[in-house]
């Protein structure tokens, strides 16, 4: 075990340390032990200020109404919570006059920014051990590469396509590069449609987890109901018939219902969370697989804003589909025996356990330990940086 967590230990480190540059002070009249320092290259870092040709702050300088909407203008184009929203919206109304001024160039680089075309991505490392009560276990570690781009092709309509490095091992295991997903989306109306090659989910996972799912189809949204069809990428690389919905409400707690036929099988789940009490937000879903009348269940707790959870699972042979969020493992980790690879073929049950937090801005830190009766034992730890 102090092998496993010393591995675990290295893992994030390595990656966090790669994830997270060291900047320069980006101005030469700003001392590091300046008050506002942190605030200044925070704001340099992000775009919104430029400071002078010579490398200059000159904080000391009153800014004039003119250089100010210019700092309004910038963040104008930034990806913003809600609450700076608010107020870069309060501050371009009070300097309207100047930012109307300016015109052309605001509106100009505005529209320069709507029309690009939009990169985004992650990096992820993961770590898995098994130790399975067949004296069989696994010890590897992988690494994927996603990178998408999003291009608007009218006011209504943007194209989507991702390219991924596939999982590859440290040991010198090879993924398989490929565009993933390649779909359009669109607004009918009140109906937001999106067709192509795309990942799906349904409720909390049983069914369908968002990463594991790919959909070769549309899908069609209108407000909390959702319609979709098509084939879909089994594990074994095969596309089957796929079609089903989902709709979301609430009666006191928030319910999701969702239906699934997968290759003439017809699968239905149901689940809710809610809190308990103060700290304590309990959540949970049934899912049965109808056509070969087995069912199976999940709860989880999580404690306050902790990021760790405790859950059980209780899974019938053959109650899931092809993929659902319980496939713990990567395709190439032969040796780890996860509640789904299990329940394909006997009854599984037993505890999960797990640690999710941010541990630095946009990295991700998630560690699962499963302890399967009468199967094993499981570690997954993964690093995950969006860019």
């Known amino acids: 075990m102090k092998k496993r967590l010393l591995k675990v230990a290295v893992t994030t480190a390595l990656t966090v340390a790669m994830a997270v540059p060291a900047f320069a002070n980006p101005f030469t009249d700003v001392p590091a032990k300046h008050w506002a320092y942190d605030a200044v290259k925070q704001l340099a870092q992000a775009g919104v200020i430029d400071g002078y040709g010579d490398g200059t702050f000159r904080g000391d300088k009153t800014v004039t109404r003119y250089e100010m909407a210019q700092i309004v203008a910038q963040a104008m184009t930034k990806d913003l919570n809600t609450d700076q929203k608010a107020l870069v919206d309060k501050l371009s109304k009070e300097y309207a006059e100047e930012l109307n001024n300016l015109g052309v160039k605001v509106e100009g680089l505005q529209s320069q920014v709507n029309d690009m075309v939009k990169f985004s991505g992650d ?208 395709g190439n980790i032969s040796e780890l025996n996860d509640f789904y690879t299990l329940s394909q073929t006997s009854h599984v049950k037993g505890m999960e356990y797990e640690y999710n937090n941010n541990i630095a801005k946009n990295t991700n830190l998630n560690v699962i330990y499963q302890d399967i009766k009468d199967a094993g034992k499981n570690v997954r730890a993964t690093v995950n940086v969006k860019f």
């Open 123 to 330: 990096a992820r490392v993961r770590y898995y051990n098994a130790d399975n009560d067949d004296n069989t276990n696994g010890d590897a570690t992988e690494y994927r590469v996603r990178l998408g781009a999003t291009a608007k092709i009218n006011p209504d309509m943007s194209l989507y396509a991702r390219f991924t490095s596939g999982n590859a091992t440290f040991d010198g295991g090879s993924g398989t590069a490929t565009i993933d997903n390649a779909y359009v989306t669109t607004s009918l109306g009140s109906i937001d449609a999106k067709v192509g090659r795309q990942d799906f989910a349904l409720g909390q996972g049983l069914l369908a987890g968002e990463g594991n799912a790919v959909l070769n189809g549309v899908a069609l949204k209108a407000g909390d109901f959702t319609v979709f069809g098509g084939k879909e990428q089994n594990m074994k690389d095969n596309y089957v018939d796929a079609y089903g919905a989902q709709y979301s409400f609430k009666v006191g707690a928030p319910i999701t219902l969702s239906y699934l036929n997968l290759d003439e099988k017809d699968y239905y789940a149901a689940g809710t969370s809610f809190n308990l009490v103060p700290g304590l937000k309990v959540s949970g879903e049934y899912a049965k697989n109808d056509s070969d009348n087995a069912e199976g269940w999940q709860v989880k707790a999580g404690i306050g804003k902790t990021g760790l959870s405790v859950g059980y699972k209780d899974i019938e042979a053959g109650a899931l589909p092809y993929d659902s969020a319980l496939n713990f493992k990567a």
